[in-house]
């Protein structure tokens, strides 16, 4: 079927070339329209190359890659204290992916994950410092609605201009990032501020009635359950349910899904709504189970991160708990190369680099090589 | 004057500031989104800090931020034109590792001070006339460039025959090819070309308006250039008012400051993040059913015969 296809463009292409240069090229390259996501091996092989340029830079400031690396592999996943602590990055990274992918799944670009994150662990915290008496039964719950609830509306606000008045929820979602950073240092340098905290910029602590549960003598809390339980919802929701089944149809096919009477715009709030509602669940996560308060840089940009998350597990379920945890370790490791003198920026631009890597290659996958006659 | 350009200090939309939403527009008009410019601003902006205090040449520093912003163009070239890769996620990318390299290679020189300044242009013959001399008789060589810049622009753009075959390429790339124009050659150009401005208004932001660099300093002006492409409809004279209108905002929240009305200055600073969204809303609103100026291929990789 290629064959017949892509014969006719073969002669032209031939025939252009023949007038152009004197040279014949033995090879054409060309994409594969069922060629899919490409093969396995492909992340694996973005990761390296990647670990590879990084390592350039890294050589510049005259440190060996290998070592800086080795540092962060055993910074990350060497010790049992390292790889909790992975764990511990690796749940908002997971819940703010499966946000980002859900949106993704119907192509709505949201990067707006950082401040619905920032939306969520307010709402957690406006709770606590609200209500500072409830019991742990009643804390906790409260806690999780205003986070979802929060996050869910922060998302909202960037479907909103999308669907009714044809805004790119790019640079909504964005724009809703600084205001929520702004709010954010307003309340924990304003009215939110520890009076018996020394000036630091953070809320008081929360009350053992406030926090999650902790695993034994590590950080590692119960919103890894919450993550988990996250994850497996997808899965079911996006392979069982009516819903999922629209979403994929949206996905793989705008045009035909319209056409079949699915109302996109619906379908874009409502899943707006859940992205944000998930990476909020993540702000509540992170300050009820991780930093016990609000905080000046409660994020060291896990909205950000969540994208490239999201987009090396190719929006799967399964792939997310892996990138998710490789990436709580590529954070982890950015903090231990600070102890050999480098700036954990490596880490960030790793991420960077990995991202650029990955998407060359799930596009390169798709192309093959053809001898021409 | 109450709003002098000098006065307008607001950096996204000043001196070469705009000129990341003209690099943008360029690259866009070919068809390519371009959402890197957050990490390509601060990019431009490290080299140029890297290489002025090492040399302490200010045109070396200007070469450089070319160079290296030439060899981050060709990437987004090469994933976007060549491979037909996401152009929403590279740009994205380009952002996330232009902020994590500008972070690791300025960290030696974080903080340290500019060894020169850019040269003033003092135009006394300017500054006898009324308003204009206050506000145009001393800008630095920067901002008289990207006056340069939105013009020539513009003049490519509407009135040459290059320009008419970029809004070919932007609107019909299929179209175009069958005319006999390189779309994937003048695709690279915009791209490379415009990553170069881009870059600059990094450059000018850090020489000009920062005494020094300081990690993450482009603090989104990177993304409000890509909101000013939009709002100024793709167009570089539009792009240059809007961008005067978001230094107007953004002084005016340091004016509602100095009167000493009780605002704390957090809700200050979200006036132009809220009024981004909200003019972006008004226009939406405004044109539903037009055309929104965007070209109309923007985004969808070309594959000359081939279908996805």
């Excluded at chain 2, 360029?26 to 080299?47: F, H, P, Y």
């Excluded at chain 2, 974080?110 to 006339?129: C, F, R, W």
């Excluded at chain 2, 000013?228 to 792009?239: D, K, M, Q």
Aim: charged share 10%.
């Amino acid at each position: 079927m290629n064959e017949r296809h892509t014969a006719p463009s073969l002669q032209l292409e031939q025939g252009r070339g023949a007038r152009r240069s004197r040279f014949r090229r033995p090879y054409r390259i060309e994409i594969d329209p069922a060629g899919g996501q490409g093969p396995w091996w492909v992340p694996v092989v973005s990761i390296v190359l990647a670990l590879a340029v990084c390592g350039i830079f890294i050589a510049w400031n005259g440190m060996n890659p290998l070592t800086v690396y080795a540092k962060m592999v055993k910074g990350a996943f060497g010790t049992s204290f390292g790889f909790t602590e992975t764990l511990v990055k690796a749940i908002p990274l997971m819940l703010c992916g499966l946000g980002v992918s859900i949106a993704y799944r119907i192509s709505v670009w949201n990067i707006g994950a950082e401040g619905q994150f920032i939306a969520g662990a307010m709402a957690a915290t406006a709770v606590t410092v609200y209500y500072p008496e409830l019991p742990m039964v009643l804390s906790i719950p409260f806690m999780l609605l205003a986070s979802l609830a929060a996050g869910g509306l922060w998302g909202l606000l960037t479907a909103i201009p999308r669907t009714y008045f044809g805004v790119n929820e790019l640079i909504t979602s964005l724009m809703l990032n600084y205001v929520a950073l702004l709010a954010l240092n307003y309340v924990v340098f304003g009215p939110w501020k520890d009076p018996k905290g020394f000036n630091f910029p953070g809320t008081p602590m929360f009350t053992e009635a406030q926090s999650l549960p902790v695993l034994g003598a590590t950080r590692l809390h119960m919103g890894l359950v919450f993550a988990l339980a996250g994850v497996l919802l997808y899965w079911l929701v996006i392979r069982y349910t009516r819903w999922g089944y629209e979403l994929r149809l949206i996905g793989a096919n705008a045009e035909a899904a319209r056409n079949a009477g699915i109302p996109i715009s619906r379908h874009i709030l409502a899943v707006m709504l859940v992205s944000g509602a998930l990476a909020g669940l993540a702000g509540m996560s992170e300050v009820a189970g991780v930093t016990h308060r609000l905080m000046y840089g409660i994020s060291p940009g896990y909205g950000y991160t969540a994208v490239i998350v999201a987009w090396l597990a190719k929006l799967n379920p399964a792939g997310l708990v892996i990138s998710s945890v490789l990436f709580g370790g590529l954070i982890v490791g950015g903090y231990s190369v600070q102890t050999i003198g480098l700036p954990s920026s490596v880490s960030s631009m790793l991420q960077g680099a990995i991202l650029f890597f990955f998407i060359a290659g799930a596009m390169a996958g798709k192309f093959r090589l053809r001898r021409s006659r | 004057m109450g709003l002098g350009a000098h006065d307008t200090n607001y950096r996204g939309g000043d001196g070469l500031g705009h000129t990341a939403a003209l690099g943008g527009i360029l690259i866009e008009r070919s068809g390519i989104t371009q959402l890197g410019a957050e990490g390509l601003m601060l990019m431009g902006a490290v080299t140029s800090c890297i290489v002025f205090i090492q040399t302490g040449s200010l045109t070396l520093a200007l070469l450089a931020v070319l160079a290296v912003s030439a060899v981050l163009g060709l990437v987004h070239g090469v994933l976007c034109v060549t491979l037909r890769a996401n152009q929403v996620v590279s740009g994205l990318a380009m952002t996330l590792f232009g902020t994590g390299l500008s972070a690791y290679l300025g960290k030696p020189v974080s903080g340290q001070p500019l060894p020169g300044a850019v040269p003033k242009l003092d135009l006394p013959s300017l500054q006898g006339i009324p308003v204009i001399g206050p506000l145009f008789g001393h800008l630095d060589l920067f901002t008289y460039l990207s006056f340069a810049l939105v013009l020539a622009l513009h003049l490519f753009i509407h009135r040459t025959s290059w320009g008419l075959s970029l809004r070919a390429v932007g609107d019909n790339p299929a179209t175009a090819d069958v005319m006999g124009i390189p779309v994937l050659g003048l695709r690279y150009a915009c791209i490379v070309i415009g990553t170069m401005m881009i870059g600059l208004a990094g450059a000018d932001l850090l020489l000009v308006y920062t005494p020094a660099w300081n990690e993450g300093m482009t603090a989104g002006r990177g993304w409000i250039a890509v909101a000013l492409i939009i709002f100024a409809r793709w167009n570089p004279v539009r792009a240059l008012v809007c961008a005067y209108f978001f230094g107007a905002l953004d002084t005016l929240g340091l004016r509602i400051q100095l009167t000493g009305i009780e605002i704390p200055s957090y809700f200050l600073k979200m006036i132009p993040y809220l009024v981004t969204v909200a003019v972006l809303m008004f226009l939406g609103w405004r044109s539903r059913g037009k055309p929104s100026g965007a070209p109309e291929a923007l985004g969808l990789p070309y594959i000359r015969e081939q279908r996805f």
